[in-house]
């Protein structure tokens, strides 16, 4: 499936109670003193991390959020209920923002975790709590706090075990497909992957792995050239990474040294991630082509050494 990994949406956290003015009014008893209660508070925008979320499609169509309002304060000191949270559940590795100042809010990875990325506004106190020994009939209440809003810029950076990394029209693609059940875009032209693809590789009858089929790069991608640094991003939490040459180039080998050179120049520590290399398509090459020794030669199209792949694949997750 194809992957949205940047979203901006609109936050807005309820406003707090307002509180009450009110007196007693019982039999037997002329001259009740204050008894209006506090109003509730508003209620806050929380982001959960759903580990059943892949991406973040959902909110290409759903874009706003609020909260609710917090009641106000009754009679007989009694306080204003609370409004409801909003919690918006968003994928594994996602950033937080404030689109406006920039400033990262929240860098969320833990399944199940929770931020309160807005506060409600807190409900304001009823004329009861104004009484003093020289103001016993306080008619004067507060007003709640108005709840806040706020622009959020979303950002997804991968948690995948394995990225496929290449030039354009290295196989990788193909690759994906063959190793998974994934469906992506496959052509002969240039940057037919404009976005990064996930699948699902079963390693064996009880392990699995998810595979991600990055982008393109070209030379001078950490500047921002192609498809840019958009996508390098998503290297960066990905445990082990699978460089995808086409061995039918004229020099895989430059290719492949262009590759590790934009990694680096990105991001040094991306250096030391685990990592395989794979000569694709050879298919295309002459019987008789000379190999590289200790190098892993695959066919994504014929399905040539894709077992192998397979099982090195496994034993550096098992390494990770």
């Not at 709640?144 to 950076?157: D, I, P, V």
Request: glycine residues 12%; proline residues 5%.
């Amino acid at each position: 499936m194809a992957l949205v990994d940047r979203a901006v949406i609109r936050v807005q956290s309820g406003d707090g109670g307002s509180g009450a003015v009110s007196f007693r009014r019982e039999k037997f008893v002329p001259k009740g003193g204050p008894d209006g209660g506090d109003g509730g508070k508003g209620g806050s925008i929380l982001l959960e991390v759903d580990p059943n979320l892949a991406n973040l499609r959902d909110f290409q169509y759903n874009r706003h959020f609020k909260a609710g309002d917090g009641a106000n304060g009754m009679r007989k000191q009694m306080f204003g209920a609370d409004g409801l949270d909003c919690v918006v559940k968003v994928p594994p590795g996602t950033l937080v923002y404030d689109d406006e100042s920039g400033d990262l809010l929240a860098d969320l990875i833990e399944a199940g975790s929770r931020t309160e990325i807005v506060s409600g506004g807190w409900g304001g106190k009823g004329n009861a709590r104004f009484a003093t020994s020289t103001r016993q009939t306080p008619r004067i209440a507060e007003q709640g706090q108005k709840g806040s809003s706020k622009s959020l810029r979303l950002e997804l950076k991968l948690l995948a075990d394995i990225g496929l990394v290449g030039f354009p029209n290295a196989g990788k693609s193909t690759l994906l497909s063959a190793l998974t059940k994934a469906q992506p875009k496959v052509a002969s032209y240039p940057f037919t992957t404009l976005s990064p693809n996930l699948g699902v590789m079963r390693l064996d009858e009880w392990t699995t792995c998810t595979v991600a089929d990055m982008p393109g790069l070209i030379e001078g991608a950490h500047q921002g050239k192609g498809l840019g640094t958009r996508f390098l991003r998503h290297i960066e939490r990905t445990k082990v990474l699978v460089f995808v040459v086409d061995a039918a180039v004229a020099d895989p080998s430059r290719e492949l040294e262009i590759l590790m050179l934009e990694l680096e120049q990105y991001d040094q520590s991306l250096t030391g991630k685990p990592r395989l290399v794979v000569f694709n398509k050879t298919d295309l090459l002459p019987a008789r082509a000379r190999r590289q020794p200790k190098t892993l030669y695959i066919s994504a199209k014929t399905g040539t050494g894709l077992d192998q792949l397979r099982k090195r694949i496994s034993r550096q997750l098992k390494k990770v």
